[in-house]
């Protein structure tokens, strides 16, 4: 298990479970992606959060993100 501090207090969240977040910058109306970092990074839709999702690796991702606009 993982302990969490978070704005609305403490959580606990299963090992096995991810947890999702969402980028500050992300519109209210949930158009946006969510990820949950571990070993691996997933990526999800945020308006679908029981839908697919895409797994990299940790090195994939950094390329990613370094390439991304800022």
């Given amino acids: 298990m993982r302990v969490f501090v978070g704005a609305t207090g403490v959580f606990v969240k ?4 991810p947890c999702w977040r969402k ?3 992300s519109e ?4 946006c992606l969510e990820v949950a970092q571990g070993r ?3 990526v999800r839709d945020s308006k679908l959060p029981h839908g697919a999702h895409i ?3 940790r090195d994939t991702w950094a390329v990613f993100i370094g390439a991304a606009p800022r």
Wanted: aromatic share 12%; no cysteine; hydrophobic share 25%.
């Fill in 28 to 31: 209210p109306v949930g158009a």
């Fill in 23 to 25: 980028s500050s910058y």
């Fill in 55 to 57: 797994t990299f690796d």
């Fill in 40 to 42: 691996r990074i997933r």
């Fill in 14 to 17: 299963p090992e096995n479970k």
